[in-house]
């Protein structure tokens, strides 16, 4: 087991309390005193990495319930368990997986040499910091989404400024103040939105600029980074399906899917977008869902239950069920509770005979609503999904290894769970990332570290090197030697 050591660093002159942090300048201030840092110190050690690492999840250790607070007090109210378990346990987990597996992530890796030509060469790849990542970071996993970042990049030797949403004032004003107690501001820094910074973040020279959020989002802040040449990584989300084979136990996939829909009030990019049930088992499906919604979220009052973030994204699922509802849908309130604009609590609905022109069909839900489709045939789904954006994830549940198979082989996705819903999201060792619509790159686990690595490819010529008798004018041997080299390799 590591032990965890305090690295307490001396307060660099941008912490200085009269200095406002969240200004255009501030941002290009500190953008220049990490990438002056990292050129002059160079490339991190092994030992200094790891001690970084150590002192993210240390943050995150010693400062538990006063971060809980702090996101509880953004939501209005936040499961206090949806908030260890997603954010807390999650991250901690991740960072300690990473610190396991950093040494060997580290090692420069011995490639294959073309010895026709380059006899006695060798070939290598070293992996190599690349300087400043940033982040903009969302409101709806706030310390998961940065700090499972931040690992990434922190494995790879980098150094990092951090742009937390408008909806998490109170989390990023405690993390500026918390920050300086572990990192220097050359190494780490937070930033919170005040109408202006997101925009000039955006524009900033980063090394590598990841982004989680909308798509329509995503595609300005590219927009933004390429003047730049720099390169991004989005996590964009979108409309994830389920689709649940007749065959497979209802209850265990109602189970499943409805406590993935209820978690963080479905406020998650790969929550269940909406469900596909065989035309056999709605009438089922519907009862098994009521039963055990009356179970488990019996009161969307109760403190377990998420409140909507803010009035904007509350009156956005008001106006979505009303449209739906408009144009000739069913819908079910699943919690028999009225939305609450005061609490902004809403309860969990089901949403059956969706059409093409409503707006549950065409947007991302980030709620706890869940459009309901039926079907007959395995093909019905997948044509139905592959004509939209690729999803950022895709639950089959099935028993049938050759349907799941059916639907991997034709159904694009950023990521799978089979039989589940959303936990392939919190698999240290699998990459996380979409794909066209959903997004672009990974990060988590060693994908992470390559996502936020340059990996140097570098030729060692031998000290005797046969080209040497391939060199102009070129005669006959020349000529004989190049054509037996390319008739043996053809």
């Known amino acids: ?128 910091a690349i300087g400043v990542v940033g982040f903009i970071i969302p409101w709806n996993f706030p310390l998961n989404l940065s700090f499972s970042g931040l690992s990434s990049a922190f494995a790879a030797g980098n150094r990092s400024m951090v742009k937390m949403s408008e909806n998490s004032v109170h989390l990023s004003e405690l993390l ?17 939105e005040t109408g202006k910074v997101g925009i000039e973040f955006s524009t900033l020279p980063f090394d590598h600029l990841m982004f989680t959020g909308s798509g329509v989002t995503g595609r300005k802040v590219m927009a933004a980074c390429a003047p730049n040449l720099t390169p ?12 649940i084979d007749p065959k497979y136990p209802l209850d265990k996939a109602v189970e499943r899917i409805m406590f993935v829909k209820q978690f ?33 979220c019996p009161d969307i009052h109760n403190k377990d239950y998420t409140s909507i973030i803010d009035d904007t994204a509350f009156t956005r699922l008001i106006e979505t069920v009303e449209d739906a509802k408009i144009h000739g849908a069913t819908i079910i309130n699943l919690s028999e509770q009225e939305p609450d604009a005061k609490t902004r609590k ?4 089901l949403i059956l005979d969706a059409t ?24 019905e ?17 099935s028993n049938d290894k050759i349907l799941v198979d059916h639907y991997l082989k034709n159904v694009l996705s950023g990521g799978v769970s089979v039989n589940d819903a959303l936990f392939h999201v919190g698999q240290h060792d699998l990459p996380f990332g979409g794909i066209g619509g959903s997004g672009m790159g990974h990060y988590h686990g060693y ?37 037996f080299i390319a008739k043996f390799k053809s």
Not at 232 to 243: H, I, N, R
């Open 176 to 192: 500026q103040q918390l920050s300086p107690k572990y990192f220097k501001q050359d190494k780490l820094q937070f930033f919170t």
């Open 447 to 483: 994908e992470g570290f390559l996502t936020f690595s340059k990996m140097r490819p570098v030729f060692y010529q031998a000290s005797f090197s046969s080209l040497k008798f391939l060199m102009p004018p070129y005669g006959k041997f020349a000529t004989r030697t190049l054509n």
């Open 264 to 296: 963080n009030a479905g406020q998650i990019c790969t929550t269940v977008d909406y469900a596909f049930v065989h035309e056999s088992q709605l009438t089922a499906f519907i009862e098994v869902t009521k039963k055990w919604v009356k179970k488990h």
């Open 381 to 397: 789904v997948i044509n139905y999904i592959v004509q939209g954006d690729r999803p950022l994830a895709f639950y089959p549940f």
């Open 356 to 379: 093409d022109e409503m707006t549950i069909s065409q947007r991302e839900t980030f709620g706890p609503i869940m459009m309901v489709k039926t079907y007959q045939q395995a093909d």
């Open 346 to 349: 809403f309860p969990l609905m």
């Open 1 to 128: 087991m590591t032990t965890l050591s305090k690295h307490v660093t001396e307060p660099s002159v941008l912490h200085n309390e009269n200095h406002n942090l969240n200004t255009p300048q501030a941002l290009t201030q500190c953008l220049d005193q990490q990438r002056q840092a990292f050129v002059q110190h160079g490339q991190e050690s092994y030992e200094e990495r790891k001690q970084h690492l150590l002192n993210l999840k240390l943050l995150l250790i010693e400062n538990r319930e006063a971060l809980i607070e702090a996101i509880n007090k953004d939501y209005g109210n936040r499961s206090y368990h949806e908030t260890l378990l997603a954010e807390v346990i999650t991250v901690t987990s991740d960072i300690s997986s990473t610190i396991k597996h950093l040494k060997k992530w580290m090692k420069v890796q011995k490639r294959s040499v073309d010895h026709s030509l380059y006899f006695g060469a060798k070939n290598r790849v070293i992996p190599q």
């Open 232 to 243: 991004v990584t989005l996590e964009l989300g979108g409309k994830s399906p389920a689709v």
